[in-house]
């Protein structure tokens, strides 16, 4: 498997220092917690706080990370190429502020801009090595009350890192038993296939021991009521099964509502081969997920934790993302990204097979984009090629994107009648 070349730019070791002339200008809003945004063109603004330091000395963590972007090659060519979104220089942007956006007690909060960082997207950026850009403290802002003198100072840590990923994506919808293949630019290769199914659970089949058995046939029903017993396996070339998924908590409507609730969750059990005993499976990890009913739309809520012994408790959150019901969107495993969204640490294995390991590197781990009910998805999954030392550990991370797209259709709202004869769907 050949990957595609990915580059990722931190932003990191964020500080800001404040002159004391400046402190004492009667400017309050230095009290009130500092906050940057982050912009690159073509990608959404990223917003994060900003410490105050307030020793002359110190220096920010050089190891945080309050921003990344992942940039493909064509990301690339467009900030590289002379006059793209209408400027001469592409270029990342950071913009102090203090004070929050919003209001308090009905009262409008104004936020106050300390000042801006600039940094032009240069040919280094598109040679696909690593390179600190920049490294250090920088002046952003104007001393009002003595000109001569610098006003705040930002310090930051702005670096690329060669990142490449795999890319696959099924050919058809996951109930279809399609082909997977991976991307290549233009170019598609078989990679696995998977087998879904739904009916009688047969006892040679060893993953039979992690599930109840379903009656002959389709029970309208019990359609009606729960959605139980689906499971994929992921087959490799040679057509031996690599990798499972399967419902081992039923998807059932919830007390009063015709809904998937959080009280009770439906969840999935995500598995491999076990490689000390021949035709049994060991188990990975774990995809819970429910429906979150909203004003104007509903989401889908994909829980995800890895199974590890040398954990207390057995379980590691890796994500916890909310998708688009109507939509669809994109579930993803980004350390990065779940970090400054999350009250507590979220790990990232150094691969999919080593539970204990918790990597140092963090990052992007993988995404799945799929589309919303009633759509015909066919998810496309990325994977970081530093988390995939062989292609089993490709096949666990397809078991887990096809659990979530699946999820998608097992949330659905349960028709409370179904008029006889009626054609039944998943």
């Known amino acids: 498997m050949d990957p595609q070349a990915f580059i990722r730019l931190s932003i990191g070791s964020l500080g800001l220092r404040i002159p004391e002339t400046v402190l004492k200008s009667g400017i309050h809003a230095f009290s009130s917690p500092c906050s940057c945004e982050i912009r690159l063109r073509g990608f959404p603004v990223q917003t994060t706080s900003v410490p105050l330091v307030s020793s002359p000395e110190a220096t920010p963590d050089i190891h945080g990370i309050a921003s990344s972007f992942y940039l493909e090659e064509s990301d690339l060519k467009t900030l590289l190429t002379p006059g793209c979104f209408y400027t001469h220089h592409a270029c990342l942007e950071i913009v102090v502020f203090t004070g929050r956006k919003g209001s308090h007690c009905g009262v409008g909060i104004k936020r106050h801009q300390i000042g801006t960082f600039k940094l032009e ?30 006003g705040a100072e930002l310090h930051l840590r702005v670096k690329l890192d060669p990142d490449p990923r795999y890319v696959f994506q099924l050919e058809d919808v996951t109930t279809s038993s399609p082909q997977i293949v991976q991307l290549q630019g233009s170019i598609k290769q078989p990679i696995f296939s998977c087998k879904f199914s739904r009916d009688r659970v047969s006892q040679v089949d060893p993953l039979s021991t992690y599930w109840s058995t379903s009656v002959d046939g389709i029970d309208l029903e019990t359609e009606r ?8 396996k992921i087959h490799d070339l040679s057509g031996s099964a690599v990798a499972a998924a399967f419902i081992t908590t039923p998807f059932v409507p919830s007390t009063g509502c015709d809904w998937v609730a959080k009280s009770n969750p439906g969840a999935w059990l995500i598995v491999r081969p076990d490689v000390c005993r021949p035709e049994s499976w060991q188990p990975w990890g774990k995809l819970e997920a429910w429906r979150e009913r909203g004003i104007r739309s509903d989401s889908i809520c994909c829980r995800f934790h890895l199974l590890s012994e040398s954990q207390e408790g057995g379980e590691v959150l890796m994500s916890e993302i909310f998708i688009s019901a109507e939509k669809g969107g994109e579930f993803f495993i980004d350390t990065d990204r779940q970090l400054r969204a999350a009250s507590t640490p979220i790990p990232s294995p150094q ?17 799945c984009r799929v589309q919303g009910e009633g759509k015909h998805s066919k998810p496309l999954v990325q994977l970081a090629m530093r988390h995939v030392t062989c292609v089993e550990d490709a096949a666990i991370f397809m078991a887990l994107a096809v659990a979530v797209d699946l999820s998608i259709v097992a949330c659905r709202p349960f028709r409370r009648r179904l008029r006889r004869g009626s054609r039944h769907s998943l």
């Open 225 to 232: 009521r729960e959605r139980k017993g689906w499971k994929v």
């Open 121 to 150: 997207v240069g040919p280094e950026w598109g040679e696909g090595k690593p390179a600190v850009l920049f490294n250090g403290w920088i002046g952003i802002g104007k001393n009002k009350q003595e000109s001569r003198k610098p």
């Open 351 to 367: 691969s999919s097979g080593d539970f204990s390991g918790l990597g140092p590197t963090g990052g992007f781990v993988m995404s």
